[in-house]
């Protein structure tokens, strides 16, 4: 912008000089890892060759995949406003993970980081739909192969889906978005699909914000299940759920498909009649810990086409008077899952909710797109009006490249976790292994990125770890 910080002393330490100078410094060198990460997966590719760009070429100066990069490591990396790449044009680790050339080429100045602008025409490209359907084939496709690689190039027997809202509060004047009463805001609601065992984000339906909790899930759940089985994810798909998606129609249709699931039940009259012989302490004096009994009964609501095996879990707390209790549905038999191990299942919810809360609080997609129309174009008064763009589909790309940067950094973190054998959160990574200080030297063409020792020791053990992992070659 212009300033430059002028020789100052704190008052502290007189013998301390903080000064600014033109050098290559960076507070991202993780941008480098997580391409590296982007880079063996092969999924950039992938996109690639399916991407549809309507530029003219000759005019183009910020390709599609240097763009979605750009899009995916800035978000990653805790930049999650389009303006943030105007402050960072000029970093040069960010310029070298985002371009497509090679050796120097990128750190030519008329090559810095693309502008808000351009990511801007750049999301309005993605919001075309066949560009939006590739980009919603890449995130599940990046989770399989990632899978894959962590799991020595093998799909995974089975896995359980957990397919749950997200409300995302947004302001301005984004359409579709509205007042939801439930969360006291006005948001969108979309519907996100990730993976029970591993936290994997497969797929992310932005949806308007008064819509219901269970709105569109049938055919979101069984898209993703016929998707994740093309990609060779897993072989077996069983589907977990909160209170407010079990309706008739999405278990009748799951059970159409064969496809199991577990979801809680919102109570009834009927169900509370059904559960009163169950709802009595037993006697004696209480134990000190509070105890959970498990019943089973048969029950059809008179929505249902067909009579369902419902869970009744009987809870007591040292400090209530009377059991509470709640209702579990399943398609799986008794033979199949016990009453017990139905309600440790689905008390496995706890991590996906944990998942998709790093995915809200430490991406924070930041939906902002509104189709207003252009008043100047190039400082002059537009002849005709242009063609609007599809701002809610443009939220949409937003919300799916922050699952690919969720994915690019799920891969880094599991590999971390399992390299060193500790939990690492995603906030965590970033903090100590992606954002850090790091200068960027050039010597007879050939540059070295010296991070700073704070970050180094983490690195020196993720990179071996990454470039270890067993990527399977596109067909």
């Known amino acids: 912008m212009g300033e430059t910080l002028q020789p100052v002393t704190p008052r502290f330490n007189r013998s301390l000089r903080v000064e600014g100078r033109p050098d290559r410094l960076t507070g991202d060198p993780g941008a480098v890892l997580l391409r590296e990460v982007l880079e063996a997966s092969g999924i950039v590719q992938w996109m690639a ?27 990653a990396q805790g930049w999650r406003d389009h303006d943030d790449a105007d402050a960072l044009r000029h970093d040069p680790v960010m310029r070298l993970a985002t371009s497509s050339s090679a050796g120097l080429t990128p750190l030519a100045i008329e090559r810095g980081l693309a502008s808000q ?52 509060e947004v302001h301005g004047h984004q359409p579709k978005a509205e007042w939801n009463g439930h969360y006291n805001a006005r948001i969108y609601h979309p519907l996100v699909t990730s993976i029970a065992e591993t936290g994997d984000m497969l797929d992310a339906r932005l949806r308007p914000g008064n819509v219901g909790t269970a709105d569109g899930a049938l055919d979101v759940i069984l898209d993703v299940v016929d998707r994740a089985q093309a990609a ?21 249709g799951l059970d159409a498909r064969g496809i199991d699931y577990v979801a809680r039940l919102r109570a009834n009259p009927v169900l509370d009649r059904m559960a009163a012989p169950y709802m009595k302490r037993p006697r004696g004096r209480r134990p000190d810990q509070p105890r959970i009994w ?106 799916l490249l922050s699952l690919m940067a969720y994915q690019v950094m799920h891969i ?47 690195w020196a053990i993720l990179w071996p770890e990454i470039t270890r992992l067993q990527w399977a070659a596109d067909p």
């Open 49 to 75: 060759g399916r991407l549809v760009d309507p530029r003219r070429q000759e005019d183009v100066t910020h390709d599609l995949v240097s763009l979605l990069r750009t899009t995916v490591l800035l978000a």
């Open 232 to 252: 060779e994810l897993c072989k077996v798909a069983m589907v977990r759920m909160d209170a407010g998606f079990p309706s008739a129609g999405l278990l009748a």
């Open 294 to 399: 498990t019943h089973a009964f048969q029950y059809q609501a008179e929505s249902w086409d067909k009579p369902r095996r419902v869970v009744l879990v009987v809870k007591e707390r040292p400090d209530d008077l009377l059991l509470d209790r709640f209702f579990l549905v399943t398609s799986l038999t008794l033979r199949q899952m016990s009453h017990n191990l139905v309600l440790e299942h689905y008390r496995e919810r706890g991590k996906a909710e944990g998942h998709m809360g790093e995915l809200k609080d430490v991406l924070a997609p930041a939906l902002s797109s509104a189709n207003r129309a252009k008043t100047h174009v190039r400082g002059r008064k537009p002849r005709s009006a242009a063609k609007g763009v599809d701002a809610f589909a443009c939220n949409e790309v937003r919300l």
């Open 412 to 458: 880094a973190r599991r590999t971390m976790a399992r390299a060193t054998g500790t939990g690492w959160s995603l906030r965590r990574l970033r903090e100590r292994v992606l954002r850090a200080g790091a200068r960027l030297t050039i010597s007879a063409r050939r540059m070295t990125l010296t991070l700073s020792s704070a970050a180094a020791r983490y």
């Open 117 to 168: 602008p351009t990511l801007s025409r750049f999301t309005a490209i993605m919001a075309d739909p066949r560009n939006l359907a590739v980009l919603r084939e890449g995130v599940l496709e990046f989770a399989a192969r990632g899978l894959r690689a962590l799991n020595g190039g093998r799909r995974l027997p089975r896995v359980t889906l957990d397919v749950d809202s997200l409300p995302i």
